[in-house]
């Protein structure tokens, strides 16, 4: 039975071949539309699933209140995983880290690596593989220092006898080889090149007693739970803890909790202190937008299959009085659809081997498609079957209806419904890729929108780079030399990147204050000409004395504060921190950070003159210079002053727009897929203008005898098309408005839809489905009417 219906499904798709390959690769754009999208979703799901003990383990965040308002930040202070360990019941293990950036010296070999400080039971939280040394004593020692494999061959190339070899980490501090582990796979949220004692982040530092108190947060800390462990008891000792350890008043709530490593990447966005969402909103929109493709696909081959069911008429009515049951014609239709479904799934294995890099590209990832594994070859073969019959089942029930005395005679009583579902189903995938168009370009303006945005400093002319080495020893000769090569307009350093603001301060009281609720205020250390630099605007008083001494107890305001301390002009009032005194000398313009979104990112700032603690240099080009010449002046200048140290360097303008990478790649991706839906619903439509062509052939032969143009006769046979597709825009237009209406509530900074973009993607479609149609239609128009009306 089998072998007949392979046999008869191959005679009649060999016998269509022009449709069948329109069926063929409809599918296969939907499928590898899919696939893609699925390989990607898979990527995401699966980060930090190398982890054996992923679901003990926990990162722990802390809330903080600050004028009513919860925020969540990632770090605590230094003593909480010890102190967790050892009071908790329930915490088996516990670990406090620290990361950041340094120089790996090998003799002539010399790296920049990003690693971290961690206490003794990271290493087996995250078990951490080693391939060479001694899991338990590797960090025991404050001098040791452990490797990822790849770091190792970095520093020394293939020699295999790495255990005990000394390095230096910034030039400056000796380190022992003790471990070699294997490399973290990329789908790790916290990563790390080298891993080196936490002890060794506080000892010897006389100004950094407040790493070992409860007075700053700083540590990335986990904690490990023992099995069968309830959570809720366990996550209510830890929001105590800190508030029980803090010797002294403070105005600011510190809670400590529970986050699940299983949660780190895809839910890490939070409000008011509770999980909103993360990268699970995107991975969910992207799974969804791969299910309408496929869709769009499947509705495609229905509608041909549909179509085609003037031809097949007879053919089902001599098999019906031959002894076809309609189970039988349903077996054998939906055998076609597999077949066709099959050889889809085959040309879009192809084409996702063939668009993985430029897709890898685009979403900034190292996808594979790996047929050799189980859960692959499964998806695929789940995705054949699925769209072979979700796009069979109709066109196999349909024409094994058809009644055997009817059809013979020339009549199908179904023809009527089967045309309203066909029809339905175009104004459907119509639809969807007018939706496509409008959220792409909505999208698109969004992203303009913000990084066009006036953010209050030059970020367009704005190179930010890493403070190492002796770059502040040597700070006046550079800022000189530089600014003498006449492509930079000024040097300042500063201890915090434009984009975070600064830092978190808290208890700043000044004269006449009356704030009953703590005021979050960030704080910040620059080099006297920053200002200048990172061109924010001095609207009172004067800037920094580049002698700092003269400037050690003056501050500058940003606006935002001013305004907090009175309507009067805030210059010579006093800001007491600490005991501390500080006068106020200087105001500028508030400048956006943080939430780049957001419409009140622009909060009150303070700024001190004291630069010894600074790890960004700004450099401002001239306007209307050439980057790659400035580029080349910063880069000389700084080898000559910094020689043991690699020249790294992004532009501000960069960084602000890397910000809402999320909303880019929805946005290309959206684009993509429009793109794609169309040339799907057009393979559809073209197929479907053709069979209507075929079906009023001898009319059109008619008309065209009787004097009617070749115009007339195209305006004939594209009307009612153009009637489906101004159906779809209809219905399009505010299913797309209430989309695009949702996704922007979530933005506080946000573009206002225009009438346009709907003006815009209605009058594409409509043209990219006229051109479609008219080419059949003219086809139709011009045939020589003598063929058509021969048979008559």
Avoid at 243 to 267: C, G, M, Q
Avoid at 354 to 360: A, D, I, K, R
Avoid at 608 to 625: G, P
Wanted: hydrophobic content about 45%; glycine content about 6%.
């Amino acid at each position: 039975m089998l072998k007949n219906y392979l046999k008869i499904a191959w005679r009649s798709l060999w016998k269509n071949k022009g449709f069948s390959v329109l069926n063929i690769f409809g599918l296969a754009i939907g499928i590898t539309c899919a696939c893609l999208i699925l390989l990607w979703v898979e990527d995401e799901v699966n980060y930090d699933s190398v982890f054996p003990k992923q679901d003990l383990l926990y990162y722990v965040p802390t809330n903080q209140t600050f004028e009513g308002e919860v925020y969540t930040y990632n770090v605590t202070p230094g003593p909480l995983a010890k102190d967790l360990k050892e009071e908790v019941p329930g915490i088996a293990k516990s670990a406090a880290t620290f990361g950041e950036e340094m120089l790996l010296t090998n003799g002539e070999t010399v790296i920049n690596r990003f690693g971290r400080y961690v206490q003794p039971d990271f290493l087996d939280m995250f078990n951490l593989e080693f391939l060479e040394g001694e899991k338990d004593k590797a960090l025991s020692t404050p001098d040791g220092i452990v490797l990822t494999k790849k770091t190792a061959i970095a520093l020394f190339g293939t020699d295999k006898n790495v255990l005990n070899k000394v390095l230096q980490l910034n030039s400056e501090f000796s380190f022992t080889v003790r471990g070699i582990i294997k490399d973290l796979p990329s789908t790790v949220t916290y990563k790390f090149d080298w891993l080196i004692p936490f002890q060794r982040f506080q000892l010897g530092q006389d100004n950094m007693a407040w790493a070992q108190q409860y007075g700053g947060n700083f540590a990335d800390t986990f904690v490990e739970l023992t099995p069968n462990t309830d959570f809720k008891t366990v996550d209510s000792k830890v929001r105590k803890m800190i508030a029980s350890k803090i010797e002294y008043d403070t105005e600011v709530p510190n809670e400590a909790f529970l986050h699940s490593i299983k949660d780190w990447h895809l839910r890490s966005e939070f409000k008011e202190g509770k999980i909103v969402g993360g990268k699970i909103t995107l991975v969910r929109s992207l799974a969804f937008i791969a299910l309408i493709i496929l869709l769009i696909a499947c509705i495609n081959f229905m509608n041909l299959s549909t179509a085609r069911s003037g031809k097949r008429a007879n053919e089902v009515g001599v098999r019906k009085v031959l002894g076809s049951s309609k189970k039988r014609l349903v077996g054998q239709f939906l055998t076609e659809s597999m077949i066709l479904s099959a050889m889809s799934a085959m040309l879009s294995v192809v084409l996702v081997v063939l668009l993985l890099p430029s897709f890898n590209t685009l979403v900034e990832k190292q996808i594979e498609l790996r047929l050799s594994e189980p859960i692959h070859i499964l998806s695929l073969l789940g995705i054949t079957l699925i769209c072979g019959l979700l796009a069979g089942w109709y066109p196999a029930l349909y024409l094994s209806s058809f009644r055997p005395a009817h059809v013979l005679k020339g009549g199908d009583k179904n023809q009527g419904s089967a045309t309203i579902i066909r029809k339905g189903l175009v104004v459907a995938q119509f639809a969807v890729s007018i939706v496509f168009i409008i959220c792409s370009t909505i999208i698109y303006q969004q992203i303009q929108h913000v990084s066009t945005r006036d953010v209050g400093y030059s970020k367009g002319t704005l190179l930010n780079l890493p403070v190492s080495g002796n770059m502040i020893e040597k700070f006046q000769p550079i800022k000189e030399e530089m600014i003498a090569s006449g492509l930079i307009q000024n040097v300042a350093l500063t201890n915090a990147n434009m984009l975070t603001g600064g830092f978190n301060g808290q208890g700043y009281r000044w004269q006449g204050d009356q704030n009953t609720e703590n005021v979050l205020i960030r704080y910040r250390f620059v080099s006297p000409n920053f200002f200048s630099t990172v061109g924010l605007n001095l609207l009172e008083g004067r800037s920094f004395n580049n002698d700092v001494t003269i400037d050690s107890t003056n501050v500058i305001i940003t606006q935002s504060f001013a305004k907090l301390m009175g309507e009067d002009s805030a210059i010579g009032k006093t800001i007491t921190e600490e005991d501390i005194n500080y006068n106020v000398i200087g105001v500028v313009n508030d400048y956006v950070y943080g939430d780049v979104y957001g419409n009140n990112n622009t909060g009150p700032v303070i700024f001190y003159s004291y630069s010894d603690n600074a790890n960004t240099m700004y450099v401002n080009l001239k306007a209307n210079v050439s980057s790659a010449d400035a580029l080349a002046v910063v880069q000389n200048v700084l080898k000559k002053y910094n020689p043991a140290f690699p020249f790294e360097y992004r532009f501000e303008n960069d960084l602000f727009n890397s910000r809402f990478r999320n909303e880019e790649l929805v946005g290309d991706l959206a684009k993509i897929f429009a793109i794609l839906a169309i040339i799907i619903s057009c393979l559809g439509l073209f197929g479907l203008a053709a069979y209507t062509a075929e079906q009023r052939k001898k009319e059109i032969g008619v008309r065209k005898v009787l004097g009617s143009s070749v115009s007339g006769i195209v305006r004939l046979l594209s009307k009612d098309f153009m009637r489906l597709v101004l159906i779809a825009l209809f219905i399009a237009i505010p299913l797309a408005w209430w989309f695009m209406s949702k996704w922007l509530e979530s933005f506080a900074y946000k573009v206002t839809i225009d009438l346009w973009v709907f003006a815009i993607a209605g009058a594409v479609a409509i043209s990219i489905a006229l051109f479609t149609v008219s080419f059949q239609a003219i086809k139709a128009a011009v045939a020589n009417p003598v063929k058509s009306l021969r048979t008559e």
